[in-house]
């Protein structure tokens, strides 16, 4: 049993405490991430705090050079551009997230299905410092 909960800010705590979780489906068993209160497949609300390995593979990715304006205000631009992928959890759900520690002059080598980990990564938003997911190489 995790000690967060469903809310939507446990989410962002776990990731503060190096942790990646979701939610599961006590009635149908289906996982889904980030935590949801009731079930997306069999409207259930018996649902409980799934905290999730932090492997996956990587199954779409694409370099961003053009950012959105948080992004550019953290720094990323044309000359430093960042990589977002999609991962499949070990646990089965697909998430969106940074993929750092790739080859971004070389993206044609990040290779689909390769094997990532979790992490976190840092970034200041309106002066507060502030923790999002991304994955790197396992």
Known sequence: MSEFALFNKEFFRALEAGELIGSKCL??????IPQREICPVCYSHKIEVEAF???GKLVAYTVISVPPVKMAEAGYDSKNPYCVGIVELAEGPRISAQILDVD????ELIEI???LQMTTIQREEGGVQKTYLAFKPA
């Open 27 to 32: 009635d149908c068993g289906e996982v889904s």
């Open 113 to 115: 299905g390769m094997d």
């Open 53 to 55: 390995s932090g492997k």
């Open 104 to 107: 971004l002059t070389h993206p």
